[in-house]
């Protein structure tokens, strides 16, 4: 309580840790009540719209599978005693397990356990959703100290005919072109890989909703692989609205910021992320596509070829605690994500402002003293910086050239030319 007795206020990062938080205990999955109960929430921070695809509908090369749904499993000893529980955890049942009610020996039952031996207090994250299977999940000391004996074995889920489950969420803009943000549902107890995401995501989506963007902004909240080319699949006949795309994962650990460009390499959200972070001086990684990792692959794929990067923090798998029970509220930070939503906000902020000028007094340099605009310059500690961003504009402004462009040639940062470009525009020296 503050000295006035109000609650104090929390901060943003407060607020996506705690919606991290609420969301853990839900197992997901690529299809299940999970999923919609993860939406139904991320309902109550931005409106959503559902979408449900019937299993068998043909999506690209895939097929929508059956809706898997899970109501309890365990593994009890011989006095009833749960030694394996789901309720404990969602990473316990092996993700797409067929119903199972058996008993069975232990030397049995090891073929359907998966444990980190590296690592023997954590359970691992595993799953089968395209080859029919059962399974559990455990700490490896948890196997070691299982004695011999027989085992009550139970997975009660239902696979069957029903419905793949994501929603999008679209902030208007001043045009029609479109800018994704991608998160993947799919992902059970984990709250880097992908809770962290979702929460940077819908915050991110909300600041949005308190601007007036230039691109309309749409939130896609989907399963991974699956949901993507489902998207995909379902919007293929307004594919060409989507000029830029972001895809966040892994977005609240303590790790340095990691962007990951699209296929072409030089689309400009690629141009875009490698300014901001470097003019932020903030630790960071940029690497080159691989056709591996997140649903930025799916958004790149030679057919569709968008121009859709990823941003992370520690990649996938670069982390000890990556698909494992480590993986919890307590591994990501407000603080991280807080940095995560800002680097995604001054993104795009650049992207919104990023426009072509045509100098309306192209010949030779024009008198800019007269106009005001170099005293405006007076006392800013940035005063040369800003000067020689007013140049630059002006000599690149011919139509062709963008305002990213000049801040990259003249190796300038991308507020400084785009204040520059604003003041000039202003003093009728050009036209957007």
Known sequence: MTASGEQPATSTGEQMHALVERLYPLCRSITGDGVRATLDIVGEY???QMHEVPTGTHVLDWTVPQEWNIRDAYIADA???????????????LGYSVPVSRTMPLAELREHLHTLPDHPGWVPYRTSYYKPAWGFCLAQETLDALPDGDYEVRVDSTLADGHLTYAEHVVPGQVAD???VSCHTCHPSLANDNLAGIAVATFLARALAQETPYYTYRFIYAPGT???I???ARNADRIERVKHGLVLACAGDSGQLTYKQSRRGDAEIDRVLRQVLAASERPHHVTEFTPYGYDERQYCSPGFDLGVGSLSRTPYAGYPEYHTSADNPDFVSPEAMADTLAVCREAFGVLDRN???VNLSPYGEPQLGRRGLYDSLGG??????????MLWVLSLSDGEHSLLDVAERAGLPFDTVAAAAGALHDAGLLKA
């Open 46 to 48: 931005v409106p959503l």
């Open 79 to 93: 006095s009833g005693n749960r030694v394996v529980d789901f309720a404990a955890s969602s990473l316990h049942v």
């Open 178 to 180: 479109e800018v994704i």
């Open 226 to 228: 699956i949901g993507a």
């Open 230 to 232: 489902t998207w995909l």
């Open 355 to 357: 426009r072509r000028y």
């Open 380 to 389: 800013r500690s940035d005063a040369k910086q800003a000067q020689m961003a």
